[in-house]
């Protein structure tokens, strides 16, 4: 088992820069991917991105390419969401997840074994 650890979120204008992260700990030799999900108010969760830990391929919804950057270092256990050009329909809680063996349907969040407890991400108009 893996256990994932987010940290920050916080508020933002519009347009704003924020960086997540996401520490691993525990079984994360067999992690083949991590990625990350958001669940906006009232509505239900999402992927955002994801990326796999060997060759670091990197996946994205069409809502965040070109805006958003999931990176990971495996020596420290780590995986990163650069979210640039925030805006207020980014307003979520946000969450890392771990998936252990291959997988096609990195964008389904079914497919992940492990997740953290999500970190508030509020971007004002």
């Known amino acids: 088992q893996v256990q994932l650890v987010e940290s920050g979120g916080g508020l933002v204008q519009a347009g704003g820069s924020l960086r997540l992260s996401c520490a691993a700990s525990?079984?994360?030799?067999?992690?083949?991917?991590m990625g990350w999900f958001r669940q906006p108010p009232g509505k239900e969760r999402e992927f955002v991105a994801a990326?796999?830990?060997?060759?670091?391929?990197?996946f994205y919804a069409d809502s965040v390419k070109g805006r958003f950057t999931i990176s990971r270092d495996n020596a420290k256990n780590m995986v990163y969401l650069q979210m640039d050009g925030l805006k207020p329909e980014d307003t979520a809680v946000y969450y890392c997840?771990?998936?252990?063996?291959?997988?096609?349907?990195?964008?389904?969040?079914?497919?992940?074994?492990?997740w953290g407890q999500g970190t508030q991400v509020t971007v004002s108009s």
């Open positions: 990326v796999t830990r060997i060759g670091g391929g990197t």
């Open positions: 525990g079984r994360t030799d067999n992690s083949y991917a």
């Open positions: 997840a771990a998936r252990r063996g291959m997988s096609v349907r990195l964008t389904t969040s079914t497919e992940y074994d492990s």
